[in-house]
């Protein structure tokens, strides 16, 4: 069993920055992708950012050069590091751990830009 839990949304200007944090817990492998995908009123869920065990990212256009994912493989953490931050990017952030072909999800944190 895995458990996920994201800390570190809330409210934030237009241009402001937040540091989202995930830290996975349970039957974690070291092989693995950690990452940020995004749920806005009224629309689908799509990923934001991720990270594989090995380091390779992949970013989402939308957000490219302004968020950076990061990870603490050790600490079977991963960050999600967000400036210049647009009220469009207003969403609930969701932390995902993919390993050995099955998804695991946390509940979710808040992130609201807005002045």
């Known amino acids: 069993q895995v458990q996920l839990v994201e800390s570190g949304g809330g409210l934030v200007q237009p241009g402001g920055s937040l540091r989202l944090s995930c830290a996975a817990s349970?039957?974690?492998?070291?092989?693995?992708?950690m990452g940020w995908y995004r749920q806005a009123p009224g629309k689908q869920r799509e990923s934001v950012a991720t990270q594989h065990s090995v380091g390779f990212r992949n970013y989402a256009d939308s957000v490219k050069g302004r968020f950076t994912i990061s990870r603490d493989n050790g600490k079977n953490t991963v960050y999600l590091q967000m400036n210049s931050l647009k009220p469009e990017d207003t969403a609930v952030y969701y932390c995902?751990?993919?390993?050995?072909?099955?998804?695991?999800w946390g509940k979710g944190t808040l992130v609201t830009v807005s002045s």
């Open positions: 349970g039957n974690i492998f070291s092989v693995n992708a």
């Open positions: 995902k751990l993919t390993q050995s072909g099955l998804d695991y």
